[in-house]
């Protein structure tokens, strides 16, 4: 079985800020894993998804995810943070049929002035 | 750009009604998928569908719950006779490829009331 552990429910960060958005699975498999963001009233969007290759992913609005087997993490950043940013964020990890996505609870990213 | 729909956003009902929650995929997807997300907990899976059979399902996925390409365009999921714990937000979402690299696409949800 798969499993998607979020850090943090809630991250709070000032615009122009580092974010850093922490996400650890566990796997029997090779993972392939994903970055979704859910803006209010909007469907998951997805941001940035890791498959085979290269583990630094780059994805949509300047974030990156970097896939650590050694550290079973895919955590996902920013270097500089705006005020659009804010949203909420789930990373979620796929079985190996590629037929379900396992979720991560999710981790609110705010956004101060 | 083509994206996934969904209807309605907010559907309120009484316990033991049954209830249809109506998506429509992007056109050219062959895949499709029922999550719901229960407020304050995590997106779960509920069933996948291809080429008109249900191809995976999980637990929460009961005699309850059923699912139906009933034309061209649409993807219902039917819940037979709700409970109140079957409030939730309940994401659509379509692929159009079933292979790892693929990416499933999501509607912006409905969210259902029981009470």
């Known amino acids: 079985a798969q499993s998607v552990t979020q850090l943090g429910s809630h991250v709070s960060v000032s615009e122009g800020a580092l974010v850093l958005l922490r996400c650890n699975y566990s796997?029997?498999?090779?993972?392939?894993l994903f970055w979704y963001v859910q803006y209010p009233n909007q469907g998951l969007q997805l941001l940035l998804k890791y498959t085979t290759g290269a583990t630094l992913v780059k994805g949509i609005n300047g974030f990156e995810a970097e896939f650590k087997k050694s550290e079973t993490s895919f955590h996902l950043t920013k270097p500089s943070a705006h005020m659009s940013d804010a949203a909420e964020y789930f990373c979620?990890?796929?079985?190996?049929?590629?037929?379900?996505?396992?979720f991560g609870g999710g981790t609110r990213l705010m956004v101060k002035p | 750009e083509p994206e996934v729909t969904q209807t309605p956003s907010h559907q309120v009902t009484q316990m033991g009604q049954e209830v249809i929650l109506r998506c429509v995929p992007i056109?050219?997807?062959?895949?499709f998928y029922w999550y719901r997300q229960i407020l304050g907990q995590k997106v779960e899976f509920l069933v996948s569908f291809y080429n008109n059979e249900i191809s995976e399902k999980s637990e929460i996925f009961d005699d309850q719950f059923s699912v139906e390409r009933p034309d061209g365009s649409n993807f219902t999921l039917k819940i037979r006779s709700t409970k109140l714990e079957d409030s939730a937000m309940y994401f659509c979402a379509s692929s159009a490829d079933r292979g790892l690299t693929d990416t499933q696409y999501f509607g912006p949800g409905t969210r259902l009331t029981v009470l």
């Open positions: 056109s050219n997807h062959l895949y």
């Open positions: 979620a990890v796929s079985d190996n049929a590629g037929n379900m996505l396992t």
């Open positions: 796997s029997s498999v090779p993972p392939y």
